[in-house]
């Protein structure tokens, strides 16, 4: 059974640190790889998808690498700004059905 | 306006009561999920449809029933409520074409609190 972990559970910089958030996976046999971000009371927004085929995507200030055979996936952010505080999801996809598992997410607090 | 639309946003109900979350979604995908949140568990698939003739059971699905009225809308149901049902609610889309097949789009959430 895949299991999804995010470490650490909560982090806190000072503005303008490039940071990297982890997530890893017990089975290597995923789909794809999708980072969210959710702000408090506030649904879930895609930031990135990578497909089993591919090492990394970028969007902006945003980098998601993913290595299948270790099992890890990490969000770098790039001059983290207190605008990026919110909690980051990593989601695991079996297959091509959606069917997603999620970590528990980090909480980044970006200190002006 | 959102391309996921979730009704109500926030629902206090009682034990017992049956209870009825909304979605509906104008990014013409096929495929709607509905996902639970609870505190230190994540988010649990309860259940999912791959069109309006195509439902299956999730993760939790025990105590949850769905229907898909149509292409754009997708409700969840709790027959008999019961305060372990207390959590955020998402709904979610997808596209099973194109380059970005399996990338999940939600709605704001449904928070359902039961007394």
């Known amino acids: 059974k895949q299991e999804v972990t995010q470490i650490p559970a909560a982090l806190s910089v000072p503005e303008g640190e490039n940071l990297v958030l982890n997530c890893s996976f017990t089975d290597s046999a995923i789909y794809n790889l999708q980072w969210f971000r959710q702000d408090p009371g506030k649904g879930l927004t895609s930031l990135l998808l990578i497909q089993s085929s591919q090492r990394e995507q970028t969007s902006g200030r945003l980098n998601a690498s993913l290595d299948k055979s270790s099992g890890r996936s990490t969000l770098y952010i790039a001059a983290s700004q207190p605008g990026d505080s919110a909690t980051y999801l990593c989601?695991?996809?079996?297959?091509?059905?959606?069917?997603?598992?999620f970590g528990q997410g980090t909480t980044l607090q970006v200190k002006p | 306006d959102a391309d996921v639309t979730q009704t109500p946003r926030n629902r206090i109900t009682k034990t017992g009561k049956r209870i009825m979350l909304e979605c509906s979604q104008t990014?013409?995908?096929?495929?709607m999920y509905w996902y639970r949140q609870d505190p230190g568990l994540g988010l649990r698939l309860i259940y999912y449809s791959f069109d309006v003739k195509d439902i299956n059971k999730g993760e939790i699905s025990d105590g949850y029933s769905v229907s898909r009225q149509a292409q754009a809308k997708f409700s969840l149901s709790l027959e008999s409520a019961i305060p372990n049902q207390t959590a955020l609610y998402f709904c979610?889309?997808?596209?099973?074409?194109?380059?970005?097949?399996?990338?999940?789009?939600f709605g704001e959430g449904s928070r359902l609190t039961v007394l």
């Open positions: 989601a695991v996809g079996s297959s091509n059905t959606g069917k997603l598992i």
């Open positions: 990014k013409g995908h096929d495929r």
């Open positions: 979610a889309t997808s596209d099973p074409t194109g380059a970005n097949t399996g990338e999940l789009f």
